[in-house]
Each structure stands twice: as structure tokens, then as C-alpha cells.
């Protein structure tokens, strides 16, 4: 069980964090639905926070930007093999480019524990 304990602070088998949305585009302004899937570990965990990050990604020189963040802070354990279902709601900019080759966006999504190593997943989405 302490063996576990520890490699679940270095990551290895520790809560992982998926955002489902229900559709790969969306046009500006419009609200997204959907949900954060947390699935436990193999030891339970303290979930210190999940953030959620809007970026957008100028492929013609690599630079990222956020235009919007989200964040919901907890003090909710997650036992082992749980799984926890979060809404997620997200209103899309009106003023921010449509998708195009030199300009693309994804959900940057971290879960924070009190200790450990977090949990990160990114989830590419279409503006049109």
C-alpha cells in the first residue's frame, strides 16, 4: 500500500482527467456543454483544483495564447477506480478568429492534487 501511495506521487497510477465534449466544432459565442471525467488511481487522492484553459495556437510560429480559463476548486477525495463526473460549461468568445491552417485551439485540462503530480489531458476543437 506505501509503495503504491509513493508512485502515485510521481504519477504512475495516480487520478487521471478527461474533457468530453459533445462535438469537435463550434462557431463564436457559443456555449459549450459538456463534462470532466475523473477517473481514480490506484491509491484515493485530494483533488486540490481542475483548470481548464482556452488556447489558441499560431502554427505559423508556435506561439500559444490563452484568451480564457476556467476553474473549479475542490477539496473532494477520489478513491481508487472511482469515477467522477464534473460539468464543464464554457461560452466561446465572439471576437477571437475562426480556425484556419495558421490558427488552431484546444482545451489545455490539469488536475491538481494536494500531492502529486497532476494530471493533464487536451481536447482540440474547430471554430467556424
Do not use: W
Not at 506505501?2 to 459565442?29: F, N, W
Not at 485551439?105 to 471554430?127: C, H, M, P, V
Amino acid at each position: 500500500m506505501i509503495l503504491r501511495k509513493y508512485m502515485s506521487l510521481l504519477g504512475v497510477g495516480s487520478a487521471s482527467v478527461d474533457l468530453i465534449l459533445p462535438k469537435e466544432e463550434y462557431r463564436r459565442g457559443e456555449h459549450i456543454h459538456g463534462h470532466f471525467m475523473i477517473k481514480g488511481g490506484t491509491v484515493e487522492q485530494q483533488i486540490k483544483r481542475i483548470e481548464c484553459d482556452l488556447v489558441m495556437i499560431n502554427e505559423l510560429d508556435g506561439n500559444e495564447e490563452v484568451i480564457d480559463s476556467t476553474n473549479i476548486l475542490s477539496t473532494r477525495q477520489i478513491e481508487s477506480d472511482e469515477l467522477n463526473k464534473v460539468e464543464f460549461t464554457f461560452k466561446l468568445p465572439t471576437t477571437i478568429p475562426v480556425s484556419s491552417e495558421e490558427i488552431s485551439y484546444r482545451f489545455k485540462t490539469k488536475l491538481a492534487f494536494n500531492e502529486g503530480i497532476e494530471s493533464r489531458d487536451q481536447d482540440f476543437i474547430k471554430i467556424v
